[in-house]
């Protein structure tokens, strides 16, 4: 029924992944076990943790993708941010969730209170340089996701609530100690956003 695919999808990750945000990749027998195991280790206790996964083992789709969708469906009034190395980077993230809640037609017809049936037309922003807002009450400055490199970029004068880290080191950044240290003082300053 209606309000029970509702709480599965703001509660159980995998479902959320598997069932409305069309991944039918992850119910693969050869990595079903991982991505539910992964969903539920996020679930339990998502903050404040390096996610030091293997490339390739979807990280990216069960924190950034399926996280971001799942927290703006249980809250529509947070205000988040992508950080990347470079904005791009970000922006890549940003794209793909917002692609996601273009066309998802699923996801609008279980959630129309949290998102736009046409949201190009409907958003107050709708964009990869602006960000993307969903239905909301409060009028914050921040979008309710955007994208921002963490070294190159980086937004300024924002404050979110959630700060999604996701490619945030390179292989290119990290090649000397002063590089080292720019990543980190970075990071520390993004801590206050």
């Not at 943790?49 to 249980?74: C, M, N, P, V």
């Not at 037609?105 to 037309?121: G, H, I, M, N, R």
């Not at 937004?155 to 390179?170: C, E, M, P, Q, S």
Request: proline share 5%.
């Amino acid at each position: 029924d209606h309000e029970a695919l509702r709480w599965l999808g703001a509660n159980d990750r995998y479902f959320l992944l598997t069932c409305i945000l069309r991944r039918p990749d992850m119910v693969d027998e050869r990595v079903r076990e991982w991505v539910f195991f992964r969903s539920r280790e996020v679930e339990a206790d998502p903050d404040d943790y390096l996610d030091l996964w293997a490339r390739d083992h979807y990280k990216s789709s069960t924190i950034t993708f399926a996280g971001s969708i799942q927290e703006f469906i249980k809250d529509p009034e947070i205000t988040a941010c992508i950080f990347s190395h470079d904005k791009p980077t970000a922006k890549a993230f940003l794209g793909q969730i917002k692609r996601e809640l273009e066309d998802n037609e699923v996801l609008k017809k279980l959630y129309p209170d949290v998102f736009w049936s046409v949201p190009a037309t409907q958003a107050p922003w709708w964009s990869l340089d602006e960000g993307i807002v969903i239905k909301r009450k409060g009028n914050p400055k921040e979008a309710t996701l955007e994208a921002s490199g963490l070294v190159d970029g980086m937004a300024t004068g924002k404050h979110f609530r959630l700060r999604i880290y996701n490619d945030v080191v390179t292989e290119q950044s990290v090649t000397t100690p002063d590089m080292i240290r720019k990543v980190t003082s970075q990071y520390e300053l993004s801590l206050e956003l």
